[in-house]
């Protein structure tokens, strides 16, 4: 018996670190677990029960107050207890129907009363154990048993002409995979946010007038399903990962030309930022010219920077690279120049020196941004920022975990309003699994996973997605690269998208000419920037939330045409029955304590209160019955029923005679004597 209740305080109190807990519960034996330890259980206690209950008997028989002449040829053979096979076999009732017949009676001893009702009332609940044992049970997420099996993880790529295909790629023409042409990303509307896994490491302390995500890198899980990625517990094997850092900062520009007011362009050249990590490779170049357009006022837009082939602007160099001073450039990042324009009532002159740019016109410096001044009519703000991103993916060996399921955001469209005429996405769910938001959350509270940190983020050459190229999901405006042999170019310059949340060709229809080279954002990807830059989020954090959501978009829509195969183990939560809480386990074990308590009180009392009995003497127990008072009685009852017998006594009497177990000195031994008339009966 302490065995079965051991049990299931283990069943209760154990966790998951417990290999034999886990296997029982999640093969659902838990259920069945507890109906046979309860089963186990209480047949354990209906036997104590019977003891207990022969032991009632006894010592009402031997009390001095005795038992109602009328019951003893109920209650004398109970004290022989659950000895032999038929009272073992009975007493399974014993408690219920026995001892009806005692309670009946119309005076017991008030110290047995109490001793029989608590009795019984703790064989019958007793009775309900398995029932307040399920009822703790409610449905909850346990890890699964790991699971393998391959999963596609990009592409392919091949060296065409050479075989086998290897990194000797020289020509970056040859190589080929199997990528579906899709023009760019950037005007696309991505189809759902999907969970992703997160490392992060906070940045270094970086100059003022900058702002830095850190090192962060977003693993994406090649799963089709969002129930799969909503419960995955751990996922090892290859996946790939996408570096989102974006570090930046006020750029240094001259020659500077744009016209006030909104929906123009803004020309100038930006110089190359020297502490910006770089490769050095003879096509560097200290500066380029750019030419970006910018909307309405608060309103975003993002411009790629570049020069013109072959030379490259400096950018950060992305997490998987291992390249050093010398070496030949292998990975394309990506710079942007962000631009907002803003009323000029709106706008607050900064605490920085006003640089004068022209006669008319000044520029101010703060935080990462420059604003420029209207040369003539001082009436709209021209802000700038740059911002350099690695936007580089590396297949790797990656070990991803999320302690708790989790479910992936959804973005809602909120009809237009007095503040925004257009109507715009409800992005806070998204931003918050981005942490774009103010508070400083947990990644499970964001619902992604933990991406564990490797000794090395360096991928194997065959792993360089592709090599020698741009990922396959950095997203050109321009929508080169989007084909069959990829891209080994940097993104194309020149090229602006509009964060208005309008489409295209309404917001074209705002511009003195016709601008070339113009993007406009989907109204998601619109209001999770500019949401984000609205929730204070910085510029860099922002850009590379959208980054990863572009990426992601990309990921997923090329996910059909995946073909590079390999291993991975995944764990799955999975809905079992658990044992959430303890109110049926207490009150079931506190029943069970009364129940303890009574069968000892009972066994002391037993010992010290009765002579004559002894449990499981059936034969002594039926000589003891059968002395002179109840002799008297047989001799004319065997062809009467109990209730004639019953009447009888009642009539000899006209109250209730009692008996009780006594030495008689005459008979020699223990006999059942009558002691008269109960007074109250
Ligand atoms: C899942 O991840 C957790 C947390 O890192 C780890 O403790 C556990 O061992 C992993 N389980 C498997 C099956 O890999
Ligand atoms: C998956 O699990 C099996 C067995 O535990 C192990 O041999 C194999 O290396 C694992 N694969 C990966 C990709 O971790
Ligand atoms: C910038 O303007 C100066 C003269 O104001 C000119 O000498 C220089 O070439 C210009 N730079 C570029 C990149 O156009
Ligand atoms: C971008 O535009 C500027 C100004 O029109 C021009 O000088 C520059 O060459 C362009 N960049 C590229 C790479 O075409
Ligand atoms: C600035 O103004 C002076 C005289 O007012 C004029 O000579 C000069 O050309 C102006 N410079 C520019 C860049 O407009
Ligand atoms: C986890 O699963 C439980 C049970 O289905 C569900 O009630 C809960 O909402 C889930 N949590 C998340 C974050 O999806
Ligand atoms: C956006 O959605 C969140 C919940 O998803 C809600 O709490 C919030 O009020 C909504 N914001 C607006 C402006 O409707
Ligand atoms: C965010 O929280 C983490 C721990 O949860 C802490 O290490 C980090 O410093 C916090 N960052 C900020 C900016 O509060
Ligand atoms: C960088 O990694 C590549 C691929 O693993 C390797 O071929 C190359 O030698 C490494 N370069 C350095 C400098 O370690
Ligand atoms: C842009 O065009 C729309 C009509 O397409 C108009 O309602 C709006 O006022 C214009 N905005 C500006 C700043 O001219
Ligand atoms: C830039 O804007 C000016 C007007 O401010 C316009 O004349 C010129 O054509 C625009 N350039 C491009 C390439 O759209
Ligand atoms: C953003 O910052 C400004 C000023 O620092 C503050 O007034 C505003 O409430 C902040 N907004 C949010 C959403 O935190």
Known sequence: ?????AFISFLWFDDVSNSIWELIVINEWLTRSISISTLLLRTAVDMQASIGAAMIAALMMESSHGIPLSE????????????????????????????RSVMRASVISSQYFVLLFVLLTTTSLLQFSSTALLSDLHLGPLPDLEVSRSALNG???????????????????????????????????????????????????????????????????????????????????????????????????????????????????????????????????????????????????????????????????????????????????????????TDLTQWKAPHSPEIPITNASSLFVHDEWIDLISPSVYESILSMSVCYAPWDAARLDVSIYGAINRSEPTIRWEPSNQENAAGSFNTTEIASQLGLDSTNQSLEARGIMTLEKSTSFIPTKDDVVPFLQRPFFQGDMSGKGG???????????????????????????????????ILAADPSISSLFTGALSRNASVAHALSGLITVLSLSAYYGQQHAFDYASEVNETYFKEVLLPQ??????????????????????TVLYIKQTHYSLLGSAWASISQTIGRDVYELLESSSLKTDAEVVESIRDYGKTVLRARLMAVEDEGGARIVCTGADASG
């Open 1 to 5: 018996m302490t065995a079965i209740i």
């Open 72 to 99: 003893v040829a109920v209650i004398a053979p109970m004290k022989s207890g659950a000895a032999s096979p038929w009272a073992l076999c009975k007493s399974v009732l014993f408690p219920l129907i026995g001892f």
């Open 155 to 341: 592409f392919k790529y091949t060296c065409l002409g050479q075989q086998p295909a290897s990194a000797d790629c020289a020509t970056f023409e040859k190589l080929s995979y199997n990528v579906i042409p899709r023009g760019s990303i950037w005007s696309t509307n991505p189809p759902f946010y999907p969970v992703f896994a997160e490392y992060s490491e906070p940045p270094q302390q970086s100059p003022a007038g900058s702002s830095d995500t850190g090192v962060l890198l977003r693993s994406m899980l090649p799963l089709t399903d969002s129930r799969s990625r909503q419960t995955l517990r751990n996922y090892t094997g290859k996946a790939i990962v996408l570096d989102s850092r974006v570090y930046c900062q006020a750029p240094t520009v001259s020659n500077l030309s744009w016209s006030e007011g909104y929906y123009s362009n803004g020309t100038g050249t930006i110089s190359a930022n020297p502490t910006i990590s770089k490769v050095m490779t003879n096509n560097w170049a200290d500066e380029a010219n750019f030419m970006c357009y910018y909307g309405g006022a608060d309103q975003y837009s993002i411009c790629q920077i570049g020069c013109p082939s072959p030379k490259y602007l400096p950018t950060l160099l992305s997490q998987f690279s291992n390249e050093t001073v010398g070496e030949d450039l292998t990975r394309y990042g990506a710079v942007f120049l962000v631009l907002r324009t």
């Open 483 to 517: 084909g069959v042999n990829g891209a080994t170019v940097p993104l194309d310059a020149n090229w602006t998208t509009l964060f208005s949340g309008i489409p295209l060709i309404n917001v074209l229809n705002n511009f003195t000419y016709t601008p070339s080279n």
């Open 581 to 602: 809480s303890s109110g049926g386990f207490t009150a079931m074990t506190s029943v069970l304590v009364g129940h303890y308590v009574l069968i000892a009180v009972l």
